[in-house]
């Protein structure tokens, strides 16, 4: 995965799994996450962390996976507090887990579509920082678009 230290300007490995019922309560007792994750226990939650280290939490992605129409929505994403505007230490962490959702739209043979339902005021950086195009309300991508992010941000690891 492509998370970056900002100070060294290294990449660090990272690691993205599944939310497990434990996780839950140190999300809620973590004052760098805003959202009530417990609410999206019903859908697949993944969390993405250091690779070897203590385990933290840098950040969450909430997906449904809609058969139906052949596509994988993000129903939430956060990135941990601190790893967020001119200060952050991290960078790449919002990246990595929009390129896990269009991995696995590939892998469940969706084409890599990937869909969301942005705040008003975000939808020009998901437009020009990961190429999602606007739907109606919502933002999309799909094949070519869905594979740069995936090239980008977690490479061959993924797919």
């Given at each position: ?93 919002a990246g990595c887990l929009i ?61």
């Open positions: 995965m492509n998370i970056k230290n900002k100070r060294s300007g290294n990449n660090l490995e990272a690691s993205i799994e599944e939310v497990e019922f434990a996780d839950y309560k140190k999300i809620e007792e973590n004052e760098n996450f805003t959202f009530d994750w417990f609410l999206e226990e019903r859908n697949e939650v993944y969390k993405i962390f250091l690779s070897g280290e203590d385990n933290d939490i840098l950040g969450l992605i909430s997906l449904m996976d809609i058969p139906e129409e052949l596509r994988i929505h993000i129903n939430l994403i956060e990135v941990a507090k601190i790893h967020v505007g001119e200060q952050k230490r991290l960078d790449n962490i390129a896990f959702a269009c991995s696995i739209a590939f892998k469940r043979g969706y084409g890599g579509f990937v869909s969301f339902l942005p705040k008003t005021k975000l939808i020009d950086l998901y437009q020009d920082k990961y190429g999602f195009r606007q739907f109606g309300r919502m933002l999309a991508m799909q094949f070519e678009r869905s594979k740069l992010l995936i090239d980008k941000y977690i490479g061959d690891e993924q797919r």
